[in-house]
Nanobody
Framework: VQLQASGGGLVQAGGSLRLSCAASGRTLSNFRMAWFRQAPGKEREFVASIMWNDDTIYYKDSVKGRFNISRENAKNTVYLQMNNLKPEDTAVYYC????????????WGQGTLVTVSS
């Protein structure tokens, strides 16, 4: 699976951005798709995930109510709508994919930088 992330940028606190992750290379019917982020000096952390075949969704607690993960099957694309952004959301955001049977995400896109100014 090849993943291509896009949509990052600079935004003021309280603003919104939508990230996109376009997938290609194989059918995704048995995959879970996710967004992770890595802030400067910190480890990569989970943000949100969605099953390709149903609406099983998980969020990091600190983004619940502000971020929304969704997919568009016809375009093989996963989105992360980020609202009410905070400076602490500043990070490089990565999309990842894993087979449902796997415990680790084995497919990664390049990161897209999100910078939230105060």
């Amino acid at each position: 699976v090849q993943l291509q992330a896009s949509g990052g940028g600079l935004v003021q606190a309280g603003g919104s951005l939508r990230l996109s992750c376009a997938a290609s290379g194989r059918t995704l019917s048995n995959f879970r798709m996710a967004w992770f982020r890595q802030a400067p000096g910190k480890e990569r952390e989970f943000v949100a995930s969605i099953m390709w075949n149903d609406d099983t969704i998980y969020y990091k607690d600190s983004v619940k109510g502000r971020f929304n993960i969704s997919r568009e099957n016809a375009k093989n694309t996963v989105y992360l709508q980020m609202n009410n952004l905070k400076p602490e959301d500043t990070a490089v955001y990565y999309c990842g994919a894993r087979l449902v049977r796997d415990s680790e995400y084995g497919y990664w896109g390049q990161g897209t930088l999100v910078t939230v100014s105060s």
